[in-house]
Every structure is written in structure tokens, then in C-alpha cells.
């Protein structure tokens, strides 16, 4: 046994075994304290209090260390980011003159292209120019040579421009005649001889006159302004003035006491002949293009010759509907415009009058474009209106006027059928709707007296 093992024991006899003597007031006696020997430990016990604090002294030398570096590193970094910008602002300058130098290389290459077609250009321009005038001092020659025009001209009927192009071309026969002998004699064409080059140009004029139509009526108020006593009937129109694309049509050319009330285009007729004649609930392209017989019961003009017509000028509508129990009732819009088909053939009406009460029309069908079964651009969630409807017409939610679906059975003014919102639904049995230019009948009376 060691000897502070041999104390330790010692003391802790001394300690149990004496006995303490302790003062009058209970405590142990100075005299009788013992000194504990040193704490063989204590070395350890202050060793462990100072590594903590070398602990930290080292942590913070590496942190001061590592913080030293990491600045190192970015001052290097930064000085390589400002030698890279300022390469990419080099690289981009010499991009940007690149560019600039192509650009102006473009640029002046197309305007002598320019310039070169420019020249060109002028020439044909110049030449075509001489060519008229060419042509115009030959057609004065034509006129001098043919004897008797005027005195054919001078009604102004159709058919005499029929006589005057038979004239113009047995004129450009003779002259033709005239230029194969003296060609074949072998002696020059004179200059008051048409060259033949000329002749082939009013020939082919010619041609193209006899195919045609004298005149090309694009709706009613045409006919009915050069023709105001001819009644009410079918006619060839030509809303696109295609002579190629004529289009039947019911005109309604109003009354001997009443010329300025007609020139209307009946663009929708419906009556009520066994439940109706033709089914309305047709395709797009059939609403399109239009269906059935004009004058023969019931028929749709067609959106594309309304949008023909309407949007070269103002129209007016005119809608002439029965109540099947309450008689008969108008409605009269100053406005009727159908825009193309890229715009779904949208209407514009506006300027209502009549009898019915109530602008059901415009309220409800302005703006919107035109729906069939096939093709729904209503504005129904629910479903398809002209499906539902049993006819194409500019659906909303669904409508207030719905003129081309099915005829009613019975006089119940809410079901879905052909019918008109006034202060109640009114069930129709017979309706026309029509068009002409706007203000027409103004126009036709200050014609009239002005002839």
C-alpha cells in the first residue's frame, strides 16, 4: 500500500473513532478541526478547467485562419468575374458591330433590289401608259368608222349594248380583213389600221362583254330602281357581283301607289303549312350558303350574300310576323349589318321601331355571332341553343326571337318555338323578314322627281 493511501485511511479512523467535543452552543470546537491533505486529483481538476480554454483559443485560430483564405479566395474570384465581364462586354461590342455591318449590308442590298424593281417597274408603267394611249386613240378611230352608234346608243336600252359590241366587232373583222391583204401584198399597214396586236386586245374585250350579264342587280332596290313598275317575284341577284354566282330571291316590289315602299331582298319567309314546309335545322354551310325555293313557300337567303350586301352600305330590316291568336305585329331596325365569316358572320342591329313593344331583337341577339347544330357559339353552358331550338339564328343565352324554330302546335306561349318577346312570348305562324339599303325610299322619291 502506498503512502497517501495509508493517510487517507488513517484520517478516516481519526475522524470516526475520536470523538468531537463541541462548544456550549453545539458546535465542533476550532481546536479540534482537522486540515483534509491535499487532493491528490487537483492537477487533473485544473487541467480540465484550462482545455476548454484552449479548446476555444484553437477554434478561434483556425476560424481566423479559414476566414483569412475565404477572403483570399474572393478577392480571386472577383478579379476573374471582372476579367469576364469585361471580355463579355468585348465580345458583346464586337457582336453588336457585326450585326450593325450585316444589317447595313442587308439594308443596302434590298434597296437596289429595290430601286432595280423600282426601274422596272416605271418601265411596264411607261409602256402600259403608251399602250392606252395606243388603244385610245384607236378606239376614236373605231368610233369615227362606225356610222349609226349614236342613233343606237341614244335610248339607252340593254340590248342595244348588245348591237354596239356587234358592231365594234365586225369593225375589228373588217379591220383584221384589211391587214391580212395589204401584209399579203406585202405593203405597210397604214396608220389609221389597227395594228393586230390591238385587234387580239379588243377582241378579247369583246368576249368578255357578250359572256357577261348587261347588268348585274346586287339585290331588289337594284331592279326596283331601274325597273320600279315590275311586280313582286323571283329575281337573279348578285350580292358579291360575280356574274358567275347568281342567287335566286323573292322581291318584294311594294304597290303602283306605293313604288317607294318596295326593292326589298325577303331574305327569311316562314308559314305555317302542315307544321311548316322545309326543316330549318340545317348545318352550317347550308345557313351559309342559303336553302329552299324563294316563292315557294318557305327559305333562308344565305349569310355570305347578306354579309355581301350589308357591309357595302347601311341596311335596314323589316320583320312582318303573325300571332297565331293575336294578329299581326312589326318591327323595324335602321341598322342591320352581318359581319364576315372569320367573325362568325356576327350581327349588328340597332334603331328599333314597331308595334310589338318590345326591342326583343337587339336586347338579346346584338353582337352575337350566328349558331347552328353543328357549329355552337352560343353563349349556353347548358348546351347548343340552334340544336336545341331546331334552327340556326345569333343565340345568346338562348333568345328572345327565334325565327327559324320549329312551328307551334298548340297556342302555348311557353313552349320552344318559332316566336317573338314582346310583353308576353307571341306564337308565330307566319313571318317575313327583308332588307334594303337604308333611307332607299327617300332616295327612290327624289330619283323619282328629278326624271
Same mark, same amino acid.
Given at each position: 500500500?502506498? @503512502?497517501? !493511501?495509508?493517510? %487517507?485511511?488513517? %484520517?478516516?479512523?481519526?475522524?470516526?473513532?475520536?470523538?468531537?467535543?463541541? #462548544?456550549?452552543?453545539?458546535?465542533?470546537?476550532?481546536?479540534y478541526t482537522m486540515t483534509l491533505p491535499?487532493?491528490? *486529483?487537483?492537477?487533473?481538476?485544473?487541467?480540465?478547467? #484550462?482545455?476548454?480554454?484552449?479548446?476555444?483559443?484553437?477554434?478561434? =485560430?483556425?476560424?481566423?485562419?479559414?476566414?483569412?483564405?475565404?477572403? !483570399?479566395? @474572393?478577392e480571386s474570384l472577383s478579379l476573374k468575374i471582372s476579367a469576364l465581364e469585361d471580355k463579355l462586354d468585348s465580345s458583346i461590342s464586337n457582336f453588336r458591330s457585326q450585326i450593325m455591318e450585316e444589317i447595313a449590308d442587308q439594308?443596302? #442590298?434590298?434597296?437596289?433590289?429595290?430601286?432595280?424593281? *423600282?426601274?422596272?417597274? #416605271?418601265?411596264?408603267?411607261?409602256?402600259?401608259?403608251?399602250? @392606252?394611249?395606243?388603244?385610245s386613240s384607236n378606239v376614236i378611230r373605231i368610233n369615227e368608222k362606225v356610222s349609226g352608234i349614236d342613233d343606237?346608243?341614244?335610248? $339607252?336600252?340593254?340590248?342595244?349594248?348588245?348591237? =354596239?359590241?356587234?358592231?365594234?366587232?365586225?369593225?375589228?373583222?373588217?379591220?383584221? =380583213?384589211?391587214?391580212?391583204g395589204q401584209t399579203a401584198n406585202g405593203s405597210q399597214v397604214a396608220e389609221n389600221v389597227l395594228d393586230e396586236e390591238t385587234v387580239?386586245? =379588243?377582241?378579247?374585250a369583246v368576249a368578255q362583254l357578250r359572256e357577261s350579264p348587261a347588268f348585274l342587280p346586287r339585290d331588289c332596290s337594284d331592279l326596283h330602281w331601274h325597273q320600279p313598275q315590275s311586280p313582286s317575284g323571283v329575281f337573279q341577284t348578285y350580292p358579291t357581283m360575280d356574274p358567275k354566282m347568281p342567287v335566286a330571291v323573292w322581291c318584294d316590289m311594294g304597290q303602283n301607289a306605293t313604288l317607294d315602299d318596295g326593292g326589298w331582298t325577303v331574305i327569311l319567309r316562314r308559314q305555317n303549312t302542315s307544321w311548316g314546309l322545309i326543316d330549318f335545322n340545317r348545318t352550317w354551310s347550308e345557313y351559309r350558303a342559303g336553302f329552299g325555293m324563294p316563292g315557294e313557300g318557305e327559305w333562308w337567303y344565305g349569310l355570305a350574300s347578306l354579309h355581301a350586301l350589308t357591309y357595302r352600305q347601311p341596311y335596314e330590316?323589316?320583320?312582318?310576323?303573325?300571332?297565331?291568336?293575336? $294578329?299581326?305585329? !312589326?318591327?323595324?331596325?335602321?341598322?342591320?349589318?352581318?359581319?364576315?365569316? $372569320?367573325?362568325?358572320?356576327? *350581327?349588328?342591329?340597332?334603331?328599333?321601331? $314597331?308595334?310589338?313593344?318590345?326591342?326583343?331583337?337587339?336586347?338579346?341577339?346584338?353582337?352575337q355571332p350566328f349558331s347552328t347544330k353543328d357549329v355552337d357559339q352560343d353563349d349556353w353552358i347548358g348546351g347548343n341553343c340552334a340544336a336545341n331550338n331546331g334552327g340556326g339564328w345569333w343565340y345568346q343565352r338562348c333568345h328572345r326571337t327565334s325565327l327559324t324554330a320549329t312551328f307551334p302546335t298548340s297556342s302555348d306561349r311557353a313552349a320552344r318555338t318559332i316566336r317573338w318577346l314582346a310583353r308576353d312570348w307571341l306564337v308565330l305562324d307566319d313571318v317575313t323578314v327583308k332588307i334594303r339599303p337604308s333611307t332607299y325610299g327617300l332616295r327612290f322619291d327624289s330619283h323619282s322627281y328629278s326624271n
Amino acid at each position: 500500500m502506498k @503512502l497517501y !493511501d495509508c493517510v %487517507w485511511v488513517l %484520517w478516516a479512523v481519526v475522524v470516526v473513532v475520536a470523538p468531537q467535543k463541541t #462548544s456550549a452552543a453545539g458546535k465542533v470546537h476550532l481546536d479540534y478541526t482537522m486540515t483534509l491533505p491535499e487532493d491528490p *486529483l487537483q492537477p487533473v481538476w485544473d487541467r480540465l478547467e #484550462s482545455i476548454s480554454q484552449e479548446v476555444l483559443t484553437g477554434l478561434q =485560430l483556425q476560424m481566423t485562419q479559414y476566414l483569412r483564405k475565404t477572403q !483570399d479566395n @474572393l478577392e480571386s474570384l472577383s478579379l476573374k468575374i471582372s476579367a469576364l465581364e469585361d471580355k463579355l462586354d468585348s465580345s458583346i461590342s464586337n457582336f453588336r458591330s457585326q450585326i450593325m455591318e450585316e444589317i447595313a449590308d442587308q439594308l443596302t #442590298s434590298m434597296e437596289t433590289n429595290v430601286r432595280e424593281k *423600282l426601274s422596272v417597274l #416605271s418601265g411596264r408603267i411607261t409602256l402600259s401608259s403608251d399602250t @392606252l394611249v395606243n388603244i385610245s386613240s384607236n378606239v376614236i378611230r373605231i368610233n369615227e368608222k362606225v356610222s349609226g352608234i349614236d342613233d343606237v346608243t341614244s335610248s $339607252g336600252d340593254i340590248n342595244n349594248c348588245t348591237v =354596239l359590241v356587234d358592231r365594234v366587232g365586225d369593225l375589228m373583222n373588217e379591220q383584221q =380583213l384589211i391587214i391580212e391583204g395589204q401584209t399579203a401584198n406585202g405593203s405597210q399597214v397604214a396608220e389609221n389600221v389597227l395594228d393586230e396586236e390591238t385587234v387580239q386586245e =379588243l377582241r378579247s374585250a369583246v368576249a368578255q362583254l357578250r359572256e357577261s350579264p348587261a347588268f348585274l342587280p346586287r339585290d331588289c332596290s337594284d331592279l326596283h330602281w331601274h325597273q320600279p313598275q315590275s311586280p313582286s317575284g323571283v329575281f337573279q341577284t348578285y350580292p358579291t357581283m360575280d356574274p358567275k354566282m347568281p342567287v335566286a330571291v323573292w322581291c318584294d316590289m311594294g304597290q303602283n301607289a306605293t313604288l317607294d315602299d318596295g326593292g326589298w331582298t325577303v331574305i327569311l319567309r316562314r308559314q305555317n303549312t302542315s307544321w311548316g314546309l322545309i326543316d330549318f335545322n340545317r348545318t352550317w354551310s347550308e345557313y351559309r350558303a342559303g336553302f329552299g325555293m324563294p316563292g315557294e313557300g318557305e327559305w333562308w337567303y344565305g349569310l355570305a350574300s347578306l354579309h355581301a350586301l350589308t357591309y357595302r352600305q347601311p341596311y335596314e330590316v323589316h320583320f312582318l310576323m303573325h300571332d297565331m291568336e293575336l $294578329g299581326y305585329y !312589326d318591327a323595324c331596325y335602321t341598322t342591320f349589318r352581318v359581319e364576315d365569316e $372569320g367573325r362568325h358572320f356576327r *350581327l349588328i342591329v340597332d334603331g328599333f321601331s $314597331g308595334n310589338v313593344t318590345y326591342d326583343a331583337f337587339k336586347s338579346r341577339h346584338n353582337g352575337q355571332p350566328f349558331s347552328t347544330k353543328d357549329v355552337d357559339q352560343d353563349d349556353w353552358i347548358g348546351g347548343n341553343c340552334a340544336a336545341n331550338n331546331g334552327g340556326g339564328w345569333w343565340y345568346q343565352r338562348c333568345h328572345r326571337t327565334s325565327l327559324t324554330a320549329t312551328f307551334p302546335t298548340s297556342s302555348d306561349r311557353a313552349a320552344r318555338t318559332i316566336r317573338w318577346l314582346a310583353r308576353d312570348w307571341l306564337v308565330l305562324d307566319d313571318v317575313t323578314v327583308k332588307i334594303r339599303p337604308s333611307t332607299y325610299g327617300l332616295r327612290f322619291d327624289s330619283h323619282s322627281y328629278s326624271n
